[in-house]
């Protein structure tokens, strides 16, 4: 079983805050939210199929090999109840990422193939403000999904990897509060506590260039 530390993410998130209350204040968040990952053996996998290709296909060319995972970004929504000088936040965010390979096989036959990454998650967060500062720090519940494309259906997506599990992440604060909207950045790390198996599309990718593939097995 191949796992994954799809995390560790070096990530930031910049989020306008609706004002619903203005006592304790009750806020809509809406955010555009980024992450940098290492995500060491899933893009060992890619990169592995990446050589492999070469090898196998010696005659044939790689003209655009599979990019590895570094990035994902998406949309980030929530509700923030704050309360003087504490913060209770609730949030969702769906980050992804996507990739082409285009190549031509010994026999002269075009080899294409796409693939698509999301991470969701559900977190829920503590937090304390110090004027425009402040920090934070939150517990979640992320899904990773791997989907590949369908050959003959350009809208439809098949899934590969679906794996969830806990995750943890600290946070610092920049806010810029106004009358009704206001504006914050939080870049923030994330750590995994469970890795994420993704064995499945290592098996889905490489057995492409290898009918007797199976894809490894090892320990978290």
Request: proline letters at 2%.
């Amino acid at each position: 079983m191949q796992c994954c530390k799809i995390g560790s993410f070096l990530s930031f998130l910049v989020a306008f805050l609706v004002t619903i209350t203005a006592s304790a204040q009750l806020n809509i968040k809406v955010g555009y939210t980024g992450g940098f990952t290492k995500a060491p053996v899933l893009n060992s996998i890619v990169s592995n199929f990446n050589q492999k290709f070469t090898q196998v296909n010696p005659e044939g060319k790689l003209d655009d090999g599979l990019d590895e995972v570094r990035s994902l970004h998406g949309l980030e929504i929530g509700l923030r109840y704050r309360l003087n000088r504490v913060g209770f936040e609730l949030s969702w965010h769906n980050m992804s990422d996507k990739s082409d390979v285009f190549g031509v096989t010994n026999d002269k036959v075009n080899f294409q193939d796409k693939w698509f990454t999301s991470l969701t998650e559900y977190s829920l967060g503590i937090e304390n403000y110090f004027g425009h500062f402040g920090y934070g720090a939150a517990f979640g519940y992320r899904t990773v999904r791997i989907k590949t494309d369908i050959a003959g259906i350009t809208k439809k997506k098949r899934l590969v990897t679906d794996e969830s599990g806990l995750a943890s992440k600290v946070y610092l604060i920049f806010q810029f509060p106004g009358d009704k909207v206001g504006i914050a950045f939080k870049p923030y790390v994330q750590i995994p506590i469970k890795n994420l198996d993704v064995s499945d599309f290592d098996q889905e990718l490489n057995v492409q260039l290898d009918n007797s593939y199976i894809a490894q097995v090892s320990a978290k």
